[in-house]
């Protein structure tokens, strides 16, 4: 059957962030694009864009380059990139936190207090 990742977690970004973010995602589809949601409209002045699905491991090349490129989107008129966590979890591994932060995405072994994500 394979090996499965539970992968969720959001991005932090603006307006004109999260169109380059909803063009990259449509620009390079491998079937997992259904896990992103959005807000059904925006407020305000930070918005989201969340991903929750299991994945094929070997679907994690795609979602990490994916993030890759939604990171390296430019900053806004006042100097802010897009952000963002997400714990990534495969059976039988630790689990680990993709950041995505200053244009860049960075994997550390998850935080102990999200353990109860994979109970």
């Not at 004109?16 to 949601?37: C, K, S, V």
């Not at 989201?48 to 299991?54: E, I, K, L, P, T």
């Not at 380059?65 to 989107?73: D, E, N, S, V």
Request: glycine letters at 10%; one cysteine or more.
């Amino acid at each position: 059957m394979g090996t499965y990742a539970k992968v969720r977690g959001w991005l932090e970004c603006d307006a004109q962030q999260l169109a380059g973010i909803r063009r990259l995602i449509t620009a390079h589809p491998a079937g997992y694009e259904a896990g992103w949601a959005f807000a059904s409209r925006e407020f305000n002045w930070t918005c989201f864009a969340f991903y929750g699905g299991d994945i094929r491991t070997g679907g994690l090349e795609w979602f990490d380059h994916q993030l890759r490129a939604m990171a390296a989107l430019p900053a806004t008129d006042d100097g802010d990139r897009v952000s963002g966590v997400f714990v990534v979890s495969v059976e039988d591994q630790a689990p680990v936190q993709w950041l995505v932060r200053d244009g860049s995405v960075q994997i550390v072994p998850a935080d102990p207090r999200h353990g109860f994500l994979d109970t």
